[in-house]
């Protein structure tokens, strides 16, 4: 079952939509944190870190872009500006079974921006039309594009749109939009996610006058309430900070967004089922911690919480430590949820 927002036109009524999605995080959205949220939600689209087109074009792409069938619906997201390796990394990500690609015209780091990608491109729209064209033509899955409603002194609407208009025109139907200008210079990419203010309205304001696109907005969302609020304007809502510092938000969203009636997994039983995952992992010669980092805030806001991170940050990090820590950590939970 897919959702559809009040605003969305007869024209994108036979593609897939997803109204809820977890946004691409550098050092966090990596494929055990996407495992790990897949134990509390099957159907919100996850997304990859940003991986550049030059790491994919000569790095190990097992290890870069390598996932669990478990994992789908999933998009990678990539960094570059050259059509031809795009359209590369395009056909690699179909072939191994992406369910979308993304373009990243929204990052603003001094990294980024010396690679002349990122919220950089947001100056030079025809180049991103020809990337994204040379994808589209390379691949049958969809290609989106993640930017800025602003960058530095282009931040009016009109900028926007205009960015916009150029992409649509090559035939790219699927914008992430983050409410937030960047500035290049200045603040850091901490900063940019939080100093320059939120513009709902500029995002609401292109799905009405872009009603045959699909439009998602991110920024600043922490719960699900304001995800349904915003799906009275668009399509759907991306969630980035949130979805890591209190994963169980998601434990609804199936059911809510998706009208999927599965039985929704206690944060118990979501840590139990980790567990598999772990043993064959570690048994690989992964360190515990790689896995474990991602799940400190299951009990955010619950009773046990303190203890639970406490066991998992001390002893996932000792050589050889394997599951023993998660059961550990569980028993210590129930144990502290029943004195309480």
Known sequence: MTFLSPLTSEAVCDRKIYPISIAPMMDRTDRHYRYFMRQITRRTLL??????????KHGDKDYLLGFSPDENPIALQVGGDNPQDLAECARIAE????????????CPSDRVQSGHFGA?????????????????????????????????ELDR?????????????????RFSVHARKAWLQGLS?????????????????????????????NGGFTNLEQVH??????????????????P???????????????AIRSRIEVAEAMIPYIDTWTAQGLRLHKITRHMLQLFHGQAGSRIWKRIITDKSCIVGAGSEVISEAIAAVVSSSQAS
């Open 248 to 262: 169980y938000l998601f434990a609804t969203c199936d059911l809510e967004f998706f009208g999927d009636e599965t």
């Open 47 to 56: 997304y990859t870190e940003m991986v550049t087109s030059a790491a994919i």
């Open 189 to 217: 990419p901490k900063d940019n996610r939080e100093v320059p203010p939120l513009r709902y309205g500029d995002v609401h304001r292109l799905k009405q006058e872009f009603p045959d696109l699909l439009i998602e907005i």
């Open 95 to 106: 072939s191994m079974g992406y369910d979308e690609i993304n373009l990243n015209v929204g």
């Open 120 to 152: 950089c491109l947001m100056k030079t729209p025809e180049r991103v039309a020809e990337c994204v064209a040379a994808m589209m033509a390379a691949t049958k899955i969809p290609v989106s594009v993640k930017h800025r409603i602003g960058v530095d």
């Open 157 to 173: 609407y009109e900028d926007m749109q205009n960015f916009v208009q150029i992409l649509a025109e090559v035939g790219c139907q």
């Open 229 to 246: 609020q915003q799906l009275q304007y668009v399509d759907a809502v991306m969630i980035g900070r949130a979805a890591y510092d209190n």
